[in-house]
């Protein structure tokens, strides 16, 4: 390959053709790489933009959305190439809307982003001096108990991100918020407190979606999206599938279907990518057994 490589360039394998050569691939790779676009559930420095980075680098373009329904939105109208939403949290459960969203999307998960979740007390003043908390209510839930204990007196003041906490923090005299590392430098906040979340364990995942289903790898996950008849046993028989082919199933949530009063969509993940014979061979028994089935998506199952 070098020697066709060497041969379209012009010349012989030297060192000055392969350093030639080598400029040429990292140039045109970086030319794809800043032309991506990234839509995630914004403001800027949230803790979706920072899985994002996370993901994809800090080179690319990111495109700060105010909604998830707006980052479907951006990758299905091909203004962004993929799109970063939350989708789960260890400590409070899921993220409804972003379950909602497939119902009518045709887009595809295609990867997913572990991120721990490390929530600070930040502020420009000293500790005994605030006089106001800014949070997001999740946030709040997560850090409840560290707040109740150290910052009793406090006036806490619910905000619509970590984001949006940090900014205003940073406005006001006496005040501080919880936010990540990425909000503090994003508002040159100070962090008086690390790691002031409740559960040491707290971590979030992200979806990553696009317009198709990753290869597989060997190691990878499946999620899908049924509904079933109201019949005696009907739930039953369709997660019976799951174990006559060996499957195991990851994670199981039910949402109503919003067009007909206690209808719901399951949302199943489990072990395995759609095109592995088991899996293929599941997705098959289930479009048989159940009124609706959908593949959302079949990503590596790891960070």
Same mark, same amino acid.
């Given at each position: 390959?070098?020697?066709?490589?060497?041969?379209?360039?012009?010349?012989?394998?030297?060192?000055?053709?392969?350093?030639?050569?080598?400029?040429?691939?990292?140039? %045109?790779?970086?030319?794809?790489?800043?032309?991506?676009?990234?839509?995630?559930?914004?403001?800027?420095?949230?803790?979706?933009?920072?899985?994002?980075?996370?993901?994809?680098?800090? %080179?690319?373009?990111?495109?700060?959305?105010?909604?998830?329904?707006?980052?479907? %939105?951006?990758?299905?109208?091909?203004?962004?190439?993929?799109?970063?939403?939350?989708?789960?949290?260890?400590?409070?459960?899921?993220?409804?809307?972003?379950?909602?969203?497939?119902?009518? %999307?045709?887009?595809?998960?295609?990867?997913?982003?572990?991120?721990?979740?490390?929530?600070? /007390?930040?502020?420009?003043?000293?500790?005994?001096?605030?006089?106001?908390?800014?949070?997001?209510?999740?946030? /709040?839930?997560?850090?409840?108990?560290?707040?109740?204990?150290?910052?009793?007196?406090?006036? #806490? #003041?619910?905000?619509?991100?970590?984001?949006?906490?940090?900014? /205003?923090?940073?406005?006001?005299?006496?005040?501080?918020?919880?936010?990540?590392?990425?909000?503090?430098?994003?508002?040159?906040?100070?962090?008086?407190?690390?790691?002031?979340?409740?559960?040491?364990?707290?971590?979030?995942?992200?979806?990553?979606?696009?317009?198709?289903?990753?290869?597989?790898?060997?190691?990878?996950?499946?999620?899908?999206?049924?509904?079933?008849?109201?019949?005696?046993?009907?739930?039953?028989?369709?997660?019976?599938?799951?174990?006559?082919?060996? /499957?195991?199933?990851?994670?199981?949530?039910?949402?109503?279907?919003?067009?007909?009063?206690?209808?719901?969509?399951?949302?199943?993940?489990?072990?395995?990518?759609?095109?592995?014979?088991?899996?293929?061979?599941?997705?098959?028994?289930?479009?048989?057994?159940?009124?609706?089935?959908?593949?959302?998506?079949?990503?590596?199952?790891?960070?």
């Amino acid at each position: 390959m070098l020697q066709r490589l060497c041969k379209l360039n012009g010349g012989p394998i030297t060192d000055d053709s392969l350093r030639a050569i080598y400029r040429e691939v990292m140039s %045109s790779a970086l030319s794809l790489e800043k032309s991506m676009a990234i839509a995630y559930l914004g403001p800027e420095a949230t803790f979706t933009h920072q899985a994002a980075i996370r993901r994809f680098g800090s %080179s690319l373009h990111y495109a700060s959305q105010k909604t998830i329904a707006d980052v479907f %939105s951006e990758v299905t109208k091909n203004r962004a190439d993929y799109g970063v939403v939350p989708v789960e949290n260890s400590t409070e459960g899921v993220v409804t809307h972003t379950l909602d969203m497939f119902v009518d %999307s045709e887009l595809k998960i295609v990867a997913q982003i572990i991120l721990p979740i490390q929530h600070c /007390l930040v502020s420009n003043c000293k500790r005994d001096t605030l006089q106001r908390l800014y949070a997001h209510p999740q946030t /709040l839930a997560q850090c409840r108990s560290w707040v109740q204990n150290h910052l009793p007196l406090v006036e #806490i #003041i619910e905000t619509s991100s970590n984001a949006r906490s940090a900014e /205003l923090a940073a406005r006001e005299k006496n005040a501080a918020a919880i936010a990540g590392v990425l909000a503090a430098e994003r508002y040159k906040l100070h962090i008086l407190e690390y790691d002031i979340q409740d559960n040491s364990a707290n971590a979030t995942r992200f979806l990553v979606l696009g317009r198709q289903c990753s290869p597989p790898t060997g190691k990878d996950r499946t999620s899908i999206m049924l509904s079933v008849t109201h019949e005696v046993g009907a739930l039953y028989q369709a997660l019976a599938v799951f174990r006559r082919f060996r /499957l195991n199933m990851t994670k199981i949530e039910s949402r109503p279907s919003k067009r007909k009063a206690w209808e719901y969509y399951f949302f199943v993940d489990c072990e395995g990518h759609k095109e592995d014979q088991r899996v293929a061979k599941a997705i098959v028994e289930l479009q048989r057994q159940c009124n609706f089935v959908k593949v959302l998506g079949s990503y590596p199952n790891s960070d």
